[in-house]
């Protein structure tokens, strides 16, 4: 994908003062205005185009995408194209085994040249590549760009999704060390890792999130492949503790581990310098652990500088543009994706950072930026992968920090009866423990409401699921609640 060059106007009406002969003004690759204009060109953007389009098909939609690719998928990133064997697939970015799927939404042909869109009766979606929205006016209804241009709209949809986080002590350990971090969220970020993971002996992820233990999974498996020694370091007791109850975190590490992972938790990393053509980093254990590169995911910072000039309101607890139950923020303006902190009915206020809320919000939003005011009621889902033993579906409010209660079986023992476990935080009587967790359900309890769920290695059973939050069952039912997920069955 190429990003079109930047024409300047402006520039180009002054030279012509003065001059009498009638001049045709250059084509500019900018429109002046656009009826829909969508800032970011992320999953949730694609989604509210093509739900723009579903809903006025004549829609005119011009997207400003910071990025120099088609809107795409991020979850393969950092999973499926780390396990694709053949090469030529991963460097079309292919990523499963056997189809030609791709990370892209949609091909090239399905957007049309943005320059030309003022001028399509049947309008369309055009790109513009590599531009930045720098400013906001919500009153002049307009955006000015990186390169000095404005675009007027109608109605505006931000859907700028999020940077990921560094380290203080990382940022601030000079250039050698800058030169072999790298922080994980684009395909250009994907490319970089792949090559590293080719021609370098040791890689360190550092973060124990949903990135920093998928990556560590996936370069656990190109570890074996490259010869590549692959270590883990995170702050929690566990992978995934802010999401998974301690001891499904603790068996989940294992797991890891088993991934030819070298799991160090319960680490913070106090110093970094550059020693002998390595990274050295000093841990809060007193051990310097010597790595060639470091793979920072410490989280997601989301992309709200546009709030100032805008006048939009950022949530103080979760961060993110706050926005209603319709994805609105202001008259004209909504916000979805990862960047959005909105109003769920039900749950309350959130802010959600998955593939699927992304998805269904963009929807909404782009719904709703065609007039058809509906609330966020459906609830969106999430998943994970991480190796072979691992994979789990998730709805609602999955937080660690909420008491649980789950049911649990042995997937090599059809008949055996199902173990149930409590979180020791939580009040109610506690039931007995397996030692294994190979597949199950993790119900998250809110005023003794279930308020998420949590399906391991259970899929095909997400409508059981949301249908459960609908209904908000109780604490009391819960063992009976479980049984409608046949837990047995595969
Ligand atoms: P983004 O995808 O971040 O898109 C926002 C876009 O806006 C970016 O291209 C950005 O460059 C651009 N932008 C920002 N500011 C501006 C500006 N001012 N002007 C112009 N453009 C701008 N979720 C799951 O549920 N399951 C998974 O398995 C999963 N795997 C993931 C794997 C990886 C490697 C990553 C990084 C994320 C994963 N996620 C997963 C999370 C999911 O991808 C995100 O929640 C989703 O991408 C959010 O979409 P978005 O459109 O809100 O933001
Ligand atoms: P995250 O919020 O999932 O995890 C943050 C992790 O950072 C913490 O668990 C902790 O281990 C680590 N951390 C925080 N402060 C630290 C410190 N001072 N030192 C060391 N570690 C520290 O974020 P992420 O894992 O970086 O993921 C980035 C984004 O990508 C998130 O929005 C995430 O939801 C998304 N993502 C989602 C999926 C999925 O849904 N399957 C997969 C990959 C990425």
Redo the contacts with the bound molecule.
Sequence with gaps: VSSAPTTDTAGAASSQEGTQAAVTPPESDIPVHAPYLLIGGGTASFYAFKAIKANDPRAKVLVISEENHLPYMR?PL?KDLWFQTDPEKVEKLEYHPTQNFSVFHASNAYYVDPKKLPHLDKGGVGILHGRRVIYLDAMAKKVHLDDGSEITYDKCLIATG?R?KN?KVVENAGEEIAKRTILFRTIDDFQRLYKVCQETKTVTV???????S?LAVALGNSGLLNGIKVNQ????SGVL??VLPEYLSKWTTRRVEAENVNVIPNQ??ETVSYENGQVALGLSSGITLKTDYIVV????EPNTELAKTSGLEIDDVHGGYRVNAEMEARSNIWVAG?ASCFYDIQLGRRRV???NHARVSGQLAGENMTGAAKPYTYQSS???DLGPKVAFEAIGMVDSSLPTVAVFAKSSDDTSAVKAVKDPESSEAVMTAPDEYDKGVVFYMKDKLVVGVLLWNLPYRLTTARQILKDGAENEDLSEVAKLFRIHQT
Excluded at 297 to 300: I, M, P, R, T
């Design positions: 979850p950092s999020g990921p380290l550092v973060g124990g999130g949903f990135l920093g998928e370091i995170f702050p929690e503790a802010k913070s990393i995911a410490v989280g997601l990862d950072e998955h593939y999430f998943w994970s």
